[in-house]
């Protein structure tokens, strides 16, 4: 008889268990719900894990979110013509009209570019390197820069301003493709390379017919000078300069080197 007790309230502590354990699992597998909400089992355990993870908060995830919308971030930058040292401002070549609170905000040029992507009324921004890099969005760019804007100056802070001009959504002819440097002249020695186009040099044209051929020479050709004069003549090149207003020959007002215009791709 007490073994036979001693069974018998074994049994029943076993049972007390198995009970509790039948009735954990049946909480844990239906939602729970807390003011209102309804919070199922796999969210309540993802939490843990993200920040287990080491998850950032919902800015910084934003912050990615914007950043990585081009997949290579930098790609955006193949939207916009840059012209190195030059800086565009109200009274100098560009307004900002519209614009006035996106002025001097922090930044690289890349953030710079996605700002103004993605505003139609932007067409083109500053982006001044020192200090931590600062953006200036503008709502006007001159067709002539070298000559509305200011053109920096090496070894001072001017030479650290570049500005940076939306290309043209629409293609219906083939100078969109292309950005007019007037007054400046690329070539072999001065920020340029005509290397494998020496039979593209001097040829009689247009802005548009020179265009023309260099666009259809694809990678062979990016860029191509004009020189307005004499019937206008064009020179294909292999390669132009990331910053022709530091190496390339700029022009003097009155006299024929006013008159030529590098075009870049």
Avoid at 13 to 24: F, P
Avoid at 38 to 51: N, Y
Wanted: glycine residues 10%; aromatic residues 10%.
């Amino acid at each position: 008889m007490v073994v036979s007790m001693s069974k018998m309230k074994l049994w029943f502590a076993v049972l007390q268990v198995v009970v509790a354990l039948e009735e954990n699992c049946l909480l844990q597998s239906h939602p729970v719900e807390k003011d209102g909400e309804h919070l199922s089992e796999d969210r309540d355990m993802l939490a843990p894990k993200a920040k287990e993870a080491g998850a950032e908060p919902a800015e910084a995830q934003t912050l990615e979110m914007i950043s990585s919308s081009w997949g290579d971030e930098r790609e955006i930058q193949q939207e916009y013509w840059q012209i190195m040292h030059v800086n565009c401002y109200p009274g100098r070549g560009a307004s900002n009209g519209g614009l006035e609170h996106e002025q001097g905000k922090k930044g690289d040029a890349v953030h710079c570019a996605h700002n103004c992507y993605h505003m139609d009324h932007c067409k083109g921004c500053v982006h001044f390197s020192a200090h931590g890099g600062q953006c200036f969005l503008l709502s006007w760019i001159s067709q002539d820069p070298i000559a509305d804007c200011d053109l920096g100056q090496i070894g001072t802070e001017s030479w650290q301003f570049d500005t940076f001009v939306k290309k043209p959504r629409s293609t219906n002819w083939v100078l969109d493709h292309f950005y007019p440097l007037k007054h400046v002249n690329c070539y072999n020695g001065r920020g340029a390379w005509n290397g494998g186009l020496e039979q593209y040099q001097g040829i009689q044209g247009t802005p548009s017919s020179c265009g023309h051929q260099c666009f259809n020479l694809r990678n062979d050709c990016n860029g191509y000078v004009f020189f307005d004069a004499h019937g206008g003549q064009c020179f294909l090149l292999k390669h132009i300069s990331a910053g022709p207003v530091g190496e390339c020959e700029l022009g003097r007002q009155g006299t024929e080197s006013w008159q030529f215009t590098t075009y870049i791709k």
